[in-house]
C-alpha cells in the first residue's frame, strides 16, 4: 500500500516501537476510519487511521475514557497522535457479536448487552464536555438524508406536494415521539456488528458519536438491527424486559405505561431505519462503499411493518410497501 497516509502512519507506528513494522488493513466502517492490525512481539494492536480533517479523534478518545470509568469495555488508547488523526489500540479480536448469534444464543446475549445500557445512560458527559443533544434539529437533519439519498437521489422520485406533505408529517411525528422520551446517555449506534465478543465479555467499539437523547434509542437499534431481523415474539419480550429494567434503573418514571414504552419503542425504530436506508444509499454514491445496498430491504421490511401498525403512519407505510419497496428492488435487478 503506497498512499500518503499509509506511508505517513507507518512512519509514526515504527517511530512508536522504535522499529520496522507492516501493519495490515483489516477493515474500513461506514466512515472514512480505516483499521489495521499489526503484531509486536507476539502482541497484537489495532491501529486506527482517522483523517483529522473529517473525524475528530478525541472525540473516541474522551468517550473510551469516560465509559472505562463507568464499567464499560472498550478498546483501550495505547498511544495517540490526535494532529495526524492515528491511534493504538488494544486488540479486541474478530468476533462480533454478528459473526456468533443465533437462534439458541441471541437471548442471552442480548439480555447482557441490554444490561450495559444501565452503565451506558447514565454517561452524559466527558471530563472536558456535555455530550450533544440528539435535539429535533438533529434529528430533522438525520430525516432528510432519507428524502435526498435514497429518495431523489439514488431513486430518482420526483416528489408532489402531497408526498412531501405526508413525509413532513411522518417526520414530524418521530420527532415528537423522540423529544417526549427521557433523555440518557446514548451511544448512538448500539448493534451486532458494534458488540465484540472476547473472553465471552463484551465490548464496544464504534462509540464516538455518543450524544445524549431517547432512552429507546439504544434499545431499538439492538432489538431491530438493520443487518439481521429476530422473530416480533423475541424482540416484543427482551423489550417488555428492558422496560421493567428501566424502571428499576431509574430511567423511566414508574407511571410510564408499556403501551407507551412500545409506542416509543417503535416509533424510534422508525426513525432510525428511515435514517439508516438514507446513509445506506449515500454510502453507496458517495462514498463508493455499496455493500451496504444489501442492507436496504431487511430495513424497508421495519419500516413498512412499524408505519403500517400505526393509524397516523398508515398512509407512509403503505406508500413504503406499494411505491418505494418495488422501486428501489426494481433497480437493484436492473443494476444486476
Known sequence: MSDPRFIQLTTWLNNTFS?????????????VRRYFRVVVNDISYIVVDSPPEQLVL????????????????????????????????????????????????VEYYYKTALNLLNNITKVKATAKRELPLYDSAFIRQELEIF??????????????????????????HLIENANEQPQVGMHRDYHCRNIML???TLNL?????????????DVVSLLRDCYLRWPDELVSQLMCEHYEQARLNGDISTDISLEQYRR??????????????????????????????????????????????????????????LELIPQFMNKAENVI
Open 205 to 217: 467499539i464504534d462509540f464516538q458519536d455518543a450524544v445524549i437523547g431517547p432512552i429507546t434509542y
Open 198 to 200: 472476547k473472553n465471552n
Open 19 to 31: 522499529m520496522a513494522l507492516s501493519p495490515v488493513l483489516i477493515s474500513g466502517d461506514a466512515s
Open 264 to 321: 416509543w419503542f417503535d416509533l424510534m425504530g422508525l426513525q432510525r431505519h428511515i435514517k439508516a436506508v438514507g446513509i445506506f444509499a449515500r454510502l453507496h454514491h458517495r462514498d463508493q462503499k455499496s455493500a451496504y445496498l444489501a442492507d436496504i430491504p431487511l430495513t424497508l421490511g421495519y419500516i413498512r411493518d412499524v408505519a403500517l401498525s400505526y393509524p397516523e403512519l398508515k398512509e407512509f407505510g403503505s406508500w413504503v410497501e
Open 58 to 105: 478525541q472525540q473516541f478518545i474522551d468517550i473510551a475514557n469516560i465509559y472505562a470509568e463507568n464499567d464499560i469495555n472498550v478498546p483501550e488508547v495505547i498511544e495517540k497522535d490526535t494532529q495526524n488523526g492515528f491511534m493504538l489500540l488494544n486488540d479486541l479480536g474478530d468476533t462480533s457479536l454478528f459473526s456468533i448469534l443465533d437462534s439458541d444464543n
Open 147 to 172: 428524502t435526498d439519498w435514497l429518495l431523489k437521489y439514488h431513486l430518482s422520485m420526483t416528489l408532489n406536494t402531497a408526498r412531501l406533505n405526508m413525509l413532513e408529517a411522518v417526520f414530524r
